[in-house]
């Protein structure tokens, strides 16, 4: 079996030689896990493999779904972005909370938008926030991080944080970031709960989606309208690399439309492809583009990794456009500055996101909603940019894998 990684970043827990393929991160600062989609391609077949990590500790997730899409852009200039989605489970909002806070403070890596995987950083973060480091290791250290953090984003969500337990604090933020994101949308928040609100600000968002691509939704349900989105946008991009579509089942269409995606930007790199398979390819194709934009941003590479690389790439991106629209940089995390850039000017936030570097990513690697992030999908929806965080929307596995079949 031939496994096919297209490694880029951003769980920056790993060593050099652990890439992940992209993030799914939550709205508010506290929540975070790590995706990394494995392509494997063993002869004509293509199947995916998912695994998901949250900063240590392991958990199942319930009824898994992948959907392997292309909204727009595809991976690496691009080929691929994701929609992951993941059926809701019984178990309350507060043990969920609670469960996925115990996990957050456990390990150590990126770090809600913060930390790169080192001491060094880890240490420049604790002192940003005033939090003493002498005599503490790195779990304490990101621990009281992560309290701050927290106290911080319930203060300007005016959420009142006296004589409550982190876990409580934690489940009232994302309710009220739910709460914000769905009267953004127009959505009444009145007596709602946070599955309510998850669901109604799913719907809205797959709509908008489905609308960008021309999809029709009447009398869909939103698994319907979410497969309609993967076919229009794969074949949209086939259509942009001259690839016929007429006969073909998505599963060979995506195989088609990534090696022709592989090709073009190794050409355009001067890259060649001779007697190369696929997966030398991909990781040559990256790591040039990776590489290319660090020079063009003045980030260094020396013994570096690729998705450190990338990492301070799109954090450098992020942080000249807050500057460029006149937002203060200093204290903010990179999540703060999306919403912060979201708000004075979406549109450049869109066209950044639309850059040929951030599908590398995938388009959930911003999000406030971004904030990546988006909230935990119900009826196998997909996720969309600025979506809201669920709980227990992706349950971390330290090592399990989950296999999906040749249905992408």
Known sequence: MRWLVLFILIGLNSAPENFFLFTIMSLPDMFLTFSMVTLIVQGSNLTILIKTIQLGGKHFMKKPVIGFTLAGALLIGGYATTSLAADNNNSSSKA???????????????FGGFF??????????AKELGISTSGKDAETLMKEIREAQLIKEAKKLVVKTSGKDIQTLAEEVQLAKLQEKAKELGISTKNKDVTALQEEIHLVQLKKEAKKLGVSIDGKDALTIRKDIHTAALNKKAKELGIPTEGKNLQTLQQEVMAASLKKDAKTLG?????KDIRELAHEVTSAKVKAEAKKL???????????????VREKKIQNLAKELGISTKGQSTPELIEEIEKKDADKLEALKEDN???LMGKRGFGPGGHHRAGKPHDDRPRFENEAPSINEIHPQSDEQIEFGNDI
């Open 96 to 110: 969920a909370v609670t469960e996925k806070w115990n996990l957050k403070v456990k390990g150590f890596g990126h």
């Open 116 to 125: 790169k995987g080192n001491s060094e950083d880890l240490l420049e973060k």
């Open 271 to 275: 890259i060649s492809v001779d007697g």
């Open 298 to 312: 003045n980030i260094t590479i020396d013994g570096k990794a690729i998705p450190e690389i990338a990492f301070e």
């Open 357 to 359: 570097f951030f599908p």
